[in-house]
């Protein structure tokens, strides 16, 4: 069966420090992968989605960016962390015509 | 373009009573449409999913929600609210014939008051 890892969970981060979080699919081959950020009370907004190792598609820009090393990860980067990046990411996995899988969340704190 | 409208931001219901959480789309295309739940601090769990058969869509935890093509509607209903599925809810609609993303309403908080 497929699943999915994200890490680390929880992170607090100073502002101005780089970021890194990693998502891992297992179970699946060529998945569409996303990144998306949950501010506090909204909804999900979609950062990144990526149809292909080294193919990145960005929906807003933003300070951060996204890179698909392997098939089955998917890492978002800083380079420098704003207060305004704090929220909680989710990393998704989806192909053809089935839902989205999605990780536990990493909730970032920058202070 | 591809949307998603979560009716109400908040919802509280008695345990016991009845569910309803609304959501409208819109779609270019035959989409296909999914209800999530979020518990705090956790990922999205899938409910249920509509992809094209039977417009009544029985999921987990005893939800189900129908497709109405004419309304553009697929609104979530439990019978009986229980302490459990206090929560957060998406409606989420996928299109792939535009490219394979999903499109998030922006969620109903529902409250079960005992």
């Known amino acids: 069966s497929q699943t999915i890892h994200q890490w680390p969970a929880t992170l607090v981060q100073p502002v101005g420090s780089p970021l890194s979080l990693e998502c891992t699919v297992e179970g699946t081959s060529n998945p569409n992968l996303y990144w998306y950020r949950q501010a506090a009370g909204r909804g999900l907004q979609l950062l990144f989605y990526s149809v292909g190792i080294g193919q990145i598609s960005s929906e807003v820009p933003q300070n951060l960016s996204a890179s698909r090393p392997q098939d089955r990860q998917f890492i978002l980067s800083s380079k420098k962390l704003l207060l305004s990046d704090s929220g909680f990411y989710l990393c998704?996995?989806?192909?053809?015509?089935?839902?989205?899988?999605f990780g536990q969340g990493t909730r970032l704190t920058v202070v | 373009a591809q949307s998603v409208t979560q009716l109400d931001s908040h919802v509280s219901v008695s345990e016991g009573t009845p569910v309803l959480l609304r959501c409208n789309y819109s779609s270019s295309y035959s989409p296909s449409l999914f209800w999530y739940v979020q518990h705090p601090n956790k990922g999205l769990q899938l409910l249920l999913k509509y992809t094209s058969a039977a417009t009544l869509v029985k999921g987990i935890n005893g939800f189900e929600a129908e497709f109405k093509k004419s309304e553009t509607s697929f609104h979530l209903t439990k019978p009986s609210a229980h302490m459990s599925d206090a929560a957060e809810y998406f409606c989420v609609v996928s299109d792939w014939g535009t490219g394979n993303q999903f499109y998030f309403g922006t969620g109903t908080s529902l409250t079960v008051i005992p």
């Open positions: 998704a996995w989806g192909g053809g015509n089935t839902e989205a899988f």
